[in-house]
T-cell receptor, first 109, second 120 residues
């Protein structure tokens, strides 16, 4: 059972900007950093954003993250066809004493 | 080059047991936090278990008391012993490194996954 809530889908045309929300609570997003993962069709997830808004060096700067209160968001600007994937937010939950993932958002270009 | 290679998945009857392995190269398992994350067919990601570098462990409520995470220092391998398996445990199981720096952690390396199917 996912504790973090994301919209099931998002879409845009090439070049557009898409934003994905991730809603949690005080015990997870409100207290801990948020990471985002990208899962391309048929592959294992990959780290996309860590510590709320940091990008691994291999991730293009079209991807950005933010956190405010008990919510976080992922923005993809200059949308490209290769961005079609499932996106998941994740955070540590102090009440559950474990990690929780978002419900996942499928991005269609 | 970092590699995480899971094995041990397969078809198992409800109530049965299975042990998953994750052979790691490129870093030392005992120096890192290591996790198992699963994904049921067509569903989202679910965290299963974590073993800290010091050896303590955490489990999701859904598997607590049935699954045991462990590691073998000499083989640089992570394990997940799964007992009393249920249909709802059917999923691809990923071995994942939890890289921590400055108090912040993230899953930076993932294996390719191994499929566990629980059915009669």
């Amino acid at each position: 059972q996912s504790v973090l809530t994301q919209p099931p889908s998002a879409s845009g045309t090439p070049g557009q900007r898409v934003t994905i929300s991730c809603s949690g609570s005080n015990s997870n997003i409100g207290s801990n950093i948020v990471n985002w993962y990208q899962q391309l069709p048929g592959t294992a997830p990959k780290l996309l954003i860590y510590s709320n808004n940091q990008r691994p060096s291999r991730v293009p700067d079209r991807f950005s993250g933010s956190r405010s209160g008990t919510s976080a968001s992922l923005a993809i600007s200059g949308l490209q066809s290769e961005d079609e994937a499932d996106y998941y937010c994740a955070a540590w939950d102090d009440s559950l004493n474990g990690y929780v993932f978002g419900t996942g958002t499928k991005v269609t270009v | 080059e970092v590699q995480l290679v899971e094995s041990g998945g397969g078809l198992i009857q409800p109530g049965g047991s299975l042990r998953l392995s994750c052979a790691v190269s490129g870093f030392t398992v005992t120096n890192n936090y290591m996790n198992w994350v699963r994904q049921a067919p067509g569903k989202g990601l679910e965290w299963v278990s974590l073993i800290y570098s010091g050896g303590s462990t955490d489990y999701a409520n859904s598997v607590k008391g049935r699954f045991t995470i462990s590691r073998d220092n000499s083989r640089n391998t992570l394990y997940l012993q799964m007992n009393s398996l249920r249909a709802e445990d059917t999923a691809v199981y990923y071995c994942v490194r939890d890289f921590c720096s400055g108090g912040a952690c993230a899953f930076d390396y993932w294996g390719q996954g191994t499929l566990v199917s629980v059915a009669s």
